[in-house]
């Protein structure tokens, strides 16, 4: 059985201070949720990590906490940059990579997102590995050609037992933050493409046992049908997940 697992991206909003009331408030509207059941994460801009750990730990939350980014490096003259060791030193558990906006806006290339999947794995981090086509790839049918060679690369020389615990994320670049979704139908057979490419290069068993998930203007209006696809094992949330009902929303339509 694959736990579905909710995790928010905030991407670059919310100070410290937001931060907290906005986890606090998260906590509040998931009192009484069944964390075993259905994991939720919030991956908060670095400038919040500290506040949101100590957060969870003194209040006791079981809200799992992520990082948006991070570099290959062990340390080094890497301005403006965070190490793996430097997250888990903050009781960080997952990190998103290879999300489209690091590979559109900041040009990180599938080589990148390699070295960082085997860097997170190396410092004890999970991996939330993204992939997903732009819109004319998409027109032009070349969605599987693109999710396939990004998962390909990012899995490139890592053992098929240390992949298994990692995360994968489909995200349909014309989806994210445009209000366009893809159907749930649409979703279901993409995301079925990429288990079945898991499976060729990790093997079955390890593609079963790993997690999917979709992300592109999930909410809670559309998550219950998303999530009630054979693959899907949770979702990516954006914009929804900055504000604490819509997000806890997205999890219980995900518990149902």
């Not at 403006?80 to 888990?88: F, P, W």
């Not at 670049?173 to 499976?199: N, S, Y």
């Not at 203007?217 to 696809?229: C, D, E, P």
Request: hydrophobic letters at 45%; a negative charge.
């Amino acid at each position: 059985m694959r736990t579905p697992l909710i995790a928010g991206n905030w991407k670059m909003f919310k100070t410290h201070l937001d931060a907290m009331r906005l986890v606090q408030g998260l906590a509040h509207e998931l009192a009484g949720h069944n964390f075993d059941r259905v994991e939720v994460v919030v991956c908060p801009p670095f400038t919040s990590l500290r506040t949101i750990q100590t957060l969870i730990d003194s209040d006791r939350y079981q809200i799992g906490l992520g990082a948006q980014n991070m570099h290959h490096e062990k340390e080094g003259a890497f301005t403006g940059e965070v190490s793996a060791a430097m997250l888990r030193s903050l009781d960080v558990a997952y990190v998103i990579l290879g999300h489209s906006e690091r590979r559109e806006i900041f040009k990180e290339a599938d080589a990148d997102i390699n070295l960082k999947v085997k860097a997170a794995f190396a410092a004890g981090l999970l991996p939330i590995v993204c992939c997903g086509e732009t819109e004319s790839e998409r027109d032009a049918g070349a969605t599987e050609s693109k999710v396939e060679t990004q998962m390909r690369a990012a899995f490139d020389g890592v053992k098929p037992e240390t992949a298994a615990k990692a995360v994968v994320a489909y995200e349909p670049i014309w989806a994210i933050g445009t209000g366009k979704t893809a159907t749930p139908e649409d979703a279901q057979a993409t995301i079925a493409f990429i288990r079945k490419v898991l499976g060729s290069t990790l093997g079955d068993d390890v593609a079963a046992s790993m997690r999917i998930l979709y992300g592109g203007s999930v909410k809670s209006g559309n998550a219950a049908a998303l999530m009630g696809q054979a693959d899907i094992d949770g979702a990516l949330v954006g914009g929804a997940s900055l504000e604490a009902q819509e997000f806890a929303a997205i999890v219980k339509a995900t518990k149902a």
